[in-house]
């Protein structure tokens, strides 16, 4: 077995994620009560044990770190206590640690000269079979096994104490309002509120809002805090949690805002300030054009995808703060194009799968389950890390297994009860009745993973049973749901009868996914996608797959157009981070409702920020052909742009790219790949040979390390 | 909706039960080192939502306490905080309190006027259907509903606080040993350690034994602890606890022992004694005879079950102290003929069934699931509670589910990887392969049992479903185990094909099941059960089912002989409490080995009490015939002895039987029922008359609180 060079806490795979995420899921406050999500909440097992074989030339003295009561075996043989350093024999031995932990996941921590505690240690919570034998042939050629968790803390890091960054940030502007003092941040924020130098007895209220309206308005702001302040200290009165006085008191939950009003009673207040709380991610990505205003719309999303990158992608950083299985998958795509942070991919995906049994949807959304298939596979593709599909196959199992104990006798789903049909926020009505379109593409394509996931995994017979019933379904879908009269497919099907109606979505789907022919796809892009007739996208959510589908279809200039329109919109509007829902014609405090409430509308939700995918996927035109950018294509397209350039991180490194009318420089730092252009007559390039791949498009082989420059 | 008088804290059903649990099952040590159980450990939801609907004549002010973080929606609006009291306005109200504990199960306390928490409110952990409306068929008359779970907790007594008894006692005897001490406590107990003024700068060793051998034996005792003292005070070495110094230092772990041998290095002590931890039970039995050894035996009998009735029914109190289902269900009969505590049954039950997904059976064990859902039933008809088959019917669908999942094509179960075929620890060598005739036995019990819930909670289709699948199943069984020329069940089928072995299991339990003809009883009686050429068995454990089925054929007087030879054997070798296994051809120190160590056996084993149950049942002779004693029967035999009395508890009162060979004396403070003579001559009553039920048989209606003297 390969020891790894560094020791790292591991865990049952999911199971620290899970923990992680219910705190994060429960920080949600509205008006000061707890809110934690409507779904199924799960939690850790409790009890795990982690085990190794070491093969050791001479004696060892490991030091043992857990979360939690443990035991060890040596060869089957339990040890007194629970010793911080264990001496190992030479030779070859078995070695479980078990650990019971209620509060927190059991987790565990060995350094030895040769033996460190990593994912390749083994793991069961004692379901009697080892993991890695569950699924999985035996005669492998690869030694591949489900393997523990883990998420590279050292020794000093123990898992159930992790914390985002923080950082103090002044208010860059104070004015005298109503009662009290309304505090501006200069910009969308998030973290914990300080109370400086408060001094007195009574009360402090504190409004948030990511608009100075939100926040005047006392009676309807989302969040608020009240504090009670004495000589002894300050109570939080939502909680009752209690804090000896002092000069500064940070407030224990963080909140999303821009603007503070804060009124007091009895109390005097030197200031307000705040600690801005954040993950520790690089801007691995980069974008910049002769646009500034796309340069402006490029960094707005970049920070929007920042605010919402936390602990997991979530969806809004104000409400609800949760992991949404459609907003994750799209975060999942704009990750790959900026911070490339595969932890926080995983984490999120764990979460949103959560335990067995399986009571609900993802999220209790139909379409939200189908995105979590979707996202396992992008995830791989953009990472290579075939572990994690190790790791997760067994869940995706069962909620498949869910799924199609709810499919109809044409192997189709249909909202049935306690199901949440979603598709998207719609200004308009949406069917939700009997076969929808687009949930069918949706579970096609999931139905298509689980093939590709169980072939990854050495699984044979699923590989064959979910490839065929994806096939089954695939040619169920035209003849359901294409009708020749409207060019289009059609929103649904109830009772074997084709709707009326006629929406985007599962025409976009369908385009991009592949499912269409190239007539077909030319025929929707003008009776669907280009079609003013057709209800309109009004969230930045399914714009992101409407954009994505013209520009797949050539359509990279209307798209730019569409692009500088709408968030270049929401700039005009004064945006400093992208919106959950834009609609152009609204104006004024219109922009801040939703849900029926006057500041429902979260201004930062991580679905706004899709600018950031289809720049670098469909300009910038990088993406890969072979898992983790072994292998990778670029087809660059300005778009209408003068110039543009811009870095796309891969796992191993990065790729550059610059270009303007007449020449294209690009550069990858590992993997190897094709430069794609379609000029008409063959360019030339610095290093290599263009070769024509027919009808007007040349290709260029690109190396690692071997700068490249074309004129065209 | 009814409220009950007094509020109490609430959970999720079984939850706090299998919390309990773990902190119980994790208890157990083996020489220093921490040792969980090899199953699945499940823990509780950790966000639940507790609900009530509220109908207030007037404003009503309610307290809220809660395990965890909560919220309170009325008439579903959250509302600020999480306040110690809150004001509901007169009129209907729906009353909803989510709570968030990852640590310990949310729980909910809640009082008012006339609002009170108790099982008449509902509760969720979000599988988004409210588990009344699981399984249920709507227009069900009576209002039944799954509800929150409660042990009649009071407001300050905090479940997750919940601790046993204690009780300060001294060692009876000390005598200097080798390099140190043995502690005598006079007999078999339970408790903590407690050393007396240590002083010093060094170590305390401490070896328990239930045998002064065991003790003395610092190599090979099952259970031992070392504690460091210095200035500062003591360190647990096993598991790093530090207590500060004084006069007086309680051990944190229990331990099961009658001596303790204690060496000090370096520390001087002023003594020892213990804590004697036990579960606040009421005698409510009782049994007393002319046979003062049978008398001693019945004690005995009771002081073995104390000390295993704990927060659960455990096997065993030193080694393993777990909760395993073949032993509980014997304890949960012998309880009902000593302690008649119904709780104990209850949280018992929910430990052993733990949480879905089902991924073995109970404690691995094949025969244990089906003495768990044989458990279930038996509570029922000696309680009546109804509620508590509402609750737990979701899971016993599940777990049959798991079984059935496993069955083979004629729908009998054989042992599959991961399932352990246990039947008895034999001193012959038992064969586990193919198909056993207990284990289908017990199966089909399990189905019929699964069947008469269901009818219980109102599900026909699952009524119907497992009435047919039991019939099916029984209808196979004589044509596959019954032997002609045997006149017995062979012990099993491999492969279509009757294995040539006779043992007693199968045919003792189809006895009392009544799966034989009057006959075949009476066939099976000499060929196997009175037939000494058939496996002896050794375990007081398959012993209590022996002499059941003894019983059952009228064989009290053979019953009597066997218990004096057998439970007289083990006082005999100066037992003070009965052991796990006693085989009367051993003797000296070989009573203490097992499982291949000196002192592997536990000399405190619950199914070592059996008498209990059989003295009860089979001689005072009451059972319940309509569930929780609504009706009973009373049918006693002096079986050889010249007199006895004794008190059978019962839900709401008890009987009382005392009878010579001359006079029977019967009351029951509640419920009615029959006393049944077999005497040949019409018997004479003070109260009623005796009417012939044929063949010599006379029965005599009881009614509550009529004291009935009968001369026969």
Redesign the interface.
């Known amino acids: 077995m390969a020891m790894t060079s560094k020791a790292t806490w591991i865990w049952y795979p999911g199971d620290y994620e899970i ?1 992680l995420g ?1 705190k994060m899921n ?1 920080r949600r406050t ?18 795990v044990e982690f085990s190794t074989v070491v093969e050791l030339a001479e004696e060892e003295e490991i030091t043992i770190a857990a979360e939690g ?4 075996k040596l060869d089957g043989k ?5 010793p911080a350093t264990f001496l190992l024999p030479a030779g070859r031995h078995n070695l479980n640690i ?1 650990v ?1 932990n ?3 996941p059991p987790a565990l921590f060995v350094e030895g000269k040769t033996i460190k505690s990593s994912s390749a240690w083994r793991v069961t ?5 080892w993991i890695d034998e569950s699924g999985k042939a035996s005669d492998t050629s690869a030694t591949v096994y489900q393997a523990a968790g883990c998420w590279n803390f050292g020794r000093e890091e123990r898992p159930s104490a992790y914390k985002l960054c923080r950082e103090a940030l002044p208010a860059v502007a104070c004015s005298a309002q109503q009662e009290g003092k309304l505090y501006d941040f200069g910009r969308e924020t998030f973290g914990y509120l300080v109370l400086e130098g408060a001094k007195g007895n009574g009360e402090v209220k504190i409004f948030y809002g990511e608009s100075p309206e939100e926040a005047m308005d006392k009676a309807f702001c989302e969040t608020l805090d ?1 504090i009670a302040v004495n000589e002894a200290g300050f109570t939080d ?4 949690a209690v804090v000896a006085a002092s000069e500064r008191y940070v407030l224990d939950n963080s909140k999303a805002f821009r603007y503070v009003y804060v009124e007091c009673e009895g109390v005097t207040l030197e200031g307000v300030s705040m600690e801005y709380e954040y993950a520790p991610v690089s801007y691995r990505g980069s974008f910049r054009s002769n646009d500034e205003e796309l340069n402006r719309i490029w960094e707005i999303g970049a920070y929007t995808m920042h605010l919402t990158t936390r602990e997991f992608f979530i969806d809004g950083i104000k409400r609800d703060r949760w992991v949404w299985s459609g907003d994750a998958v799209q975060s999942y795509l704009m990750n790959y194009y900026l911070f490339f942070d595969s932890e926080c991919v995983k984490r999120t995906t764990w979460l949103l799968r959560g335990k ?2 399986v ?2 949807h993802t999220n ?1 959304i139909m379409d939200y389950t189908f995105y979590w298939f979707i996202g396992i596979y992008d995830y791989y593709m953009y990472t290579g890390d075939r572990l994690f599909v190790e790791q997760i196959y067994p869940r995706m199992q069962t909620m498949m297994a869910f799924v199609e104990g709810r499919a109809n006798e044409r192997g189709m789903v249909e909202g049935q ?2 199901d949440w049909v979603f598709v998207d926020w719609a200004d308009g009505y949406l069917d939700k009745k009997g076969e929808l379109a687009i949930e069918q593409v949706l579970l096609c394509k999931s139905l298509e993973t689980m093939a590709l996931c169980a072939e990854l995994v050495g699984n044979e017979a699923d590989r064959a049973k979910y490839a065929e019933r994806a096939a089954t379904l695939r040619a169920l879908l035209l003849p359901t749901f294409w009708n020749e009269t409207k060019q289009a497919l059609v929103h649904n099907c109830v009772e074997g009868k084709q709707s009326e109606a006629v929406t985007r979505y599962a025409n976009m789907f369908a385009t991009f996914f592949g499912y269409l022919s190239p007539a077909q796809q030319q025929q929707i892009k003008h009776s669907v996608l280009l079609n003013d007739e057709v209800l309109k996208i009004t969230t930045p959510y399914m714009r992101f797959y409407e954009l994505e589908a013209l520009c797949v279809l050539g359509e990279q200039e209307a798209v730019m157009g569409e692009m500088k329109d709408y968030w270049g919109g929401m700039l005009r509007e004064g945006a400093t981070s992208f919106w959950e829902k834009y609609n152009p014609s609204e104006s004024g405090t219109q922009h801040l409702a939703m849900y029926g409430r006057p500041y429902g509308k979260s201004l930062c939700h991580a679905w706004g920020a899709s600018p950031i995918y289809l720049l670098g996927r469909y300009y910038l035109g990088v993406k890969p052909t072979k898992p983790g950018y072994a292998e990778f294509e670029i087809r660059p397209t300005l778009g209408g742009l003068e110039w543009m350039e811009g870095t796309i991180p891969t796992p191993d490194g990065e790729i550059r790219v610059k270009m303007n009318s007449e020449q294209i420089e690009v550069e990858a730092t590992a993997g190897c790949g094709w430069l794609y252009l379609a000029t008409g007559q063959t360019p030339s390039a610095s290093v290599g040979t263009f070769e024509s791949v027919g009808e007007g498009e040349y290709r260029l082989r690109i190396e690692a390390g071997k700068a490249v420059t074309i004129c065209y």
């Open positions: 923990w219910n429960n509205e008006r000061g009560a707890f809110f934690p999500p409507f779904w199924k909440t799960d939690s850790h097992y409790v009890t009561i443990f035991n060890i339990l040890q007194f206590g629970m078990k019971w209620q509060m927190t919570f004692e379901d009697l079979e009240r009165l939502a909680t009752g067995d049994p009571t609900a209790t009860t306690g």
